[in-house]
């Protein structure tokens, strides 16, 4: 979205980053319900969440729905979860190729995808290596999302492979999501993930989340996140990449409360996706014995 007249006569410099909505956002409700709550609401896009939802699944379903509503789809969020695991086939590599497939025909600029988890050897031991052929095989970006390890019993356990916290791992990736609800859970320091992340960040998920021990995906503003930090930021560093609202509404009593919900999380977005413009180098000190005089 271009920058508003009274933003700039502020003095602020507005983000041209697109706002998009993720699917998942609207959940019971199903993928076509994204895109006309998108289209109603002015986001600028979605990011499909391939799941259950047959429609998710079919490329060109979504096309007719991009059409329809005249909502461009931003991002293909792989089927990277648990009860996604026989969404496409139960082989991996081929859930990302066809991610790739749908990315590319729907006009989407990245693929999000999860590390793998644990039990997924033979795919945790070819993951970068095979992230990296299929980057360079393309213009998508295949933007690797930061987790969180799970809470036993007062210890922590990762389910992924080689680790959850994709922001601080010993090798970096070619392009980053970064999920703030996940890293509510994690108890990570978004700033500093986001400072790690550096210009490999690709794409942002934003939601908030209190530090419990489970992913909230809470209206942006209603929890213990640096949203507005991080938006601010990303603002002030030109980020070109996409901010998605990836909420939960599951609580929404109806339609209307929903809608009011995502209209909130999309105006926090748009508000504080500004920063304050880079002030100019101070000038260098005149030398000493100098003289203004001309001779």
Request: proline share 6%; net charge negative; with cysteine.
């Amino acid at each position: 979205m271009e920058p508003d007249a009274a933003t700039e006569r502020r003095g602020l410099q507005a983000s041209r980053a697109k706002v998009g909505l993720s699917t998942a956002s609207v959940y019971p409700e199903n993928t076509a319900a994204a895109f006309e709550l998108a289209a109603k609401l002015g986001y600028d896009g979605v990011e499909v969440m391939v799941w259950t939802d047959p429609t998710s699944q079919d490329p060109y379903a979504l096309m007719r729905l991009s059409q329809h509503y005249q909502v461009p789809i931003l991002a293909i969020h792989a089927p990277c979860l648990i009860i996604t695991q026989r969404v496409w086939t139960t082989d991996p590599w081929t859930k990302l190729q066809k991610a790739q497939f749908a990315a590319e025909l729907l006009g989407a600029q990245t693929v999000v995808v999860h590390p793998p988890f644990r039990w997924q050897r033979d795919y945790a031991r070819s993951f970068r290596r095979g992230i990296q052929q299929l980057a360079g095989e393309t213009d998508i970006r295949f933007a690797v999302e930061n987790m969180f390890p799970l809470r036993v019993r007062g210890r922590e356990v990762s389910a992924y492979q080689p680790t959850w916290d994709v922001a601080f791992d010993d090798e970096a990736y070619g392009a980053y999501t970064l999920d703030l609800s996940h890293a509510a859970v994690s108890q990570s320091d978004a700033l500093a993930m986001l400072d790690a992340m550096g210009d490999r960040l690709s794409h942002l998920h934003v939601a908030d989340g209190t530090g419990l021990a489970r992913d909230e995906h809470l209206i942006p503003g209603r929890g213990s996140q640096p949203c507005v930090e991080v938006l601010e930021r990303v603002a002030a560093q030109g980020f070109d990449g996409h901010v998605i609202v990836e909420v939960n509404t599951r609580r929404a009593l109806d339609r209307a409360e929903r809608e009011a919900d995502l209209a909130e999380a999309l105006a926090f977005c748009r508000l504080h996706l500004v920063a304050a413009p880079t002030p100019p180098p101070a000038s260098a000190p005149a030398s000493p014995g100098a003289s203004s005089d001309t001779a």
